[in-house]
């Protein structure tokens, strides 16, 4: 992404200027980092009530064979993803990955199957490179577009549920990674139960022309505040959910990032339709034999928070390698830091000790299991 | 005497002591602290040397030691709650006293108005 280029702006831009938010370049958009309450009480109040988040600069892609069966979208999608697509349920959404000819993942997004074609939710960062892999492969048999014209949002946390069955009473009924649509204020939308938090939620698909006017009425219920791109990281941190570019990109593969759970039986060895996704040798021998390394939780012991980056040793003079931090900061909800990052296999064990070099001091540093946090997603 | 540096710190001057911190504009721009770490009394720094470190939720920034001198004491208050930075900047949440070696150098440095005008 060319720096100089001037950013982009999502359609609820206006909206964050108004709430008084610090806005800050991400993936080529001005977007909210905060709002005048800040990260901590904005972390905090998304577990304790609601937060909504303006997530508009992510890709919507809408994937629709041309033969208009949803099983061949299934099938031309799992040509790109280690994942079970046509055993996706109308009205279900799964979690998936892009993988590359070296079994590395090149993004991960959420696949929805909406009874006529499918729905994907990919990283802002990656959308452009997301729509072109996909047109390349999969352009001859399946029409795909990336919506530009409509904005998304996520409501987040334990009062989500109630708030929304303010604007639409069979919200309840929805269960974690059901995609329904429904009318919001008499605007159509597409809402999944689903999010990037930990807590239970919502995101949902709005016509941009409607989306300033629907973000406002939901943020006039007094358990609604907005919530910036730092409280978002955090969130996401405590939950153990990767942030593609930093503890997921195109030198991890699924087993390396302990993704194996987004990889469904259908898809692996002995499966129905083993194989068959970019660099599956790779992915499928990793899962028979191991990878060298793994993606953990970790617990720094003291106060100070270890960020991505940061060298792991076994040892406390910083003499032998194990591994690397790629995320970490401290967790508000946890009340101590949290970070995640990857060690060889001989590190992996909960409870392992390990040391992070942090200006010039190596700080203990225990693996632990993620989330550092217990998800309330219903089930 | 009350000055100030374009890395956004405070130095409160009495005698060839000054106490230094952060200003207010500086710790709403960090946001919520949430671990500061400070230097040992008896530790001689430069000017521009990283003296202490913040960490917000979110980033760690360092920050820097305004003029050349000795540290005689550091606020371990902000140690144990970082927060007294975000609610009392330039009061209880100061970092530490800095012995001189040339009061006269504070001089170069912002005055208020200066300051002032640096954020506007």
Redesign the interface.
Known sequence: MNEHSPLKQTPLHALHLSLGARMVPFAGYDMP??YPA????E?LHTRSAAGLFDVSHMGQVILRAKSGRIEDAALALEQLVPVDVLGLAEGRQRYGLFTNDDGCILDDLMIANRGDHLFLVVNASCKEADFAHLQKHLGKTCDLTLLDDRALIALQGPRAEAVLAELWADIATMRFMDVAEAALHDVPCIISRSGYTGEDGFEISIPAASAEDVTRRILEHPDVMPIGL??R??LRLEAGLCLYGNDIDTTTTPVDAALEWAMQKARRTGGARQGGFPGAEVVLRQFTDGASRRRVGLKPEG???V?GGAPLFADAEGKVPVGTVTSG??G?SADH?VAMGYVDTAHTANGTPVFAEV?GKYLPITVSALPFVTPTYKR | MLKFTDEHEWLKIEGDVATVGITAHAAEQLGDLVFVELPESGTALDKGATAATVESVKAASDVYCPLDGEIVESNQAIVDDPSLVNSDPQGAGWFFKLKLSDPSAANALLDEAAYKELIA
């Open positions: 980092v905060q800040g990260v901590m009480k972390h730092g409280a990281d955090s106060k100070a928070p960020r900061g401290f508000p830091p200006r």
